[in-house]
């Protein structure tokens, strides 16, 4: 699914990498942990895998694809395969609920029979029916955050990439949104979700990948979010 | 679907631009308008040069009684020798006599509402032979021949007077391209920020077009509609100032004022139309796409 080989990222004027010498490899259908500090290359690692940057060294493959070598115009398709999530939701405050998850199916050209039979069933999945036609700022965190997940998943991607998903909510309603992305991965989908929340690594049991100033000091199955815990 | 998408991104744009929005379609409208204005100006200069230098003979005026420059009228021996020696000439195609009663003629007829008029007589009108020439530029050849030869007044070369009259228009058509060259820059100008400012204030949805895989032709085409709209009701109304500019200046103002020239007619008007409404949404489109280049990464 996602396989990196000596990855390296240089930013510009920043004498340290951003990620020094990273190799490894996420197979399909894994739910991956990937934490750190602020500043220890997690952002760095998740754009590369959505091709937002290119790597400095090494070669990052996605879906079968050399992100290096892939030109512009096929960037759009290879994203499309892949739902991404925010901390902060990335909602559009003027749409609705279901005109939210819609936009995602609409920008990428999809038939309006398909949209109308497709959105409400990924709000059904999140948990979110009958809310279709509510307003984003009436609805809670935790809800928000179910609707980026809806519109994130509504093209059934492959893979999944959670960007701190419960960095703005308290940890029941984390909890909440866990599960949603425990069900999603049992659908089949790769989810790879960068955080600071301990206590749901620990809870979750998954692989985790640690990251400190760029470089890959830990990748454990079934990992906790600390050393020697 | 994807069209009713992208008309409703295009509607709020507008409508989120409105003043800007309104800047763009009136310098676009100006510029066009001097474009149009000008090529036509252009135009009429050249039509009226084929037209003029087509009528334009050489005259040359014969001595009446009295004067500048003649000691007498001019007898029927000098006419006779002028004639044969001009139809020997190889550069005269054609020779007309005017005599002094057909010129008053002619006189009445182009000033009719001159009150000069009553105080001419017809033995005060000059006669004169009209030549045409094979090449209107060989001039000097019939000044050279005839002038200063008894019984003649003055050769004079028409075309003297017109290409001062040219000299006037193409000046006016260069001063025209200036103002609009420099409305051009400001109008795509004016583009580039109109498109920029649309582009920021949609940051967000951009972005999420980003993400979830729209193609860059998908996420740009909004903006880049959206500033050929503007340059399309500024070229209409571009068409409309040149068809008003048309209306009150050649048809109410200088057509019966000026019965000598052939003004453009509005066949020639409709024929610029076409041409200045491609430029004007033209150039917006793809000023406003090579500033989405550089704003809008995809």
Known sequence: MIRFDNVSKTYPKQPRPALNDLSLEIERGEFVFLV???????STFLRLVLREERSSNGAVHV???????????KVPPLRRQIGTVFQDFRLLPNKTVGQNV??????????TGVIRKTVPEVLDLVGLSGKQNRMPNELSGGEQQRVAIARAFVNR???LIAD???GNLDPQTSVGIMKLLDRINRTGTTVLMSTHDQAIVDQMRRRVLELSEGNLVRDQQRGVYGYGQ | MRARFVFSEIGVGLRRNLTMTFAVVVSVALALALAGASLLVREQVSSMKGYWYDKVQVSIYLCNKGDQGCDSEVTAQQKAQIKSDLDKLAVVEKVYYESSAQAYDHYRQQFKDSPLLDQITPSQ???????????PKQFAVIKDAFQGRPGVQSVQDQRDTLDA?????NAMTVAAMAVMAVMVVVAVLLIVNTVRVSAFSRRRETGIMRLVGASSFYIQMPFVLEAAIAGFIGSV????????????LIDKTLRPSVPLINFLGWGDIMKIFPLVIVFGVLMSAVSAFITLRKYLRV
């Open chain 1, 36 to 42: 750190g500090a602020s500043g220890s290359g997690k």
């Open chain 1, 63 to 73: 879906l079968g694809k050399d992100l290096g070598r892939l030109s512009n115009w």
């Open chain 1, 102 to 111: 819609a936009f995602a199916l609409e920008v990428i050209g999809k038939p």
């Open chain 1, 157 to 159: 991607p492959k893979v």
């Open chain 1, 164 to 166: 701190e998903p419960t």
């Open chain 2, 125 to 135: 009108m000059q006669q004169s032979f009209r030549v045409k020439l094979k090449d």
């Open chain 2, 165 to 169: 009259l040219f000299r006037l228009l």
């Open chain 2, 237 to 248: 109304l571009a068409c409309g100032m040149i068809g008003a500019g048309q209306w009150l």
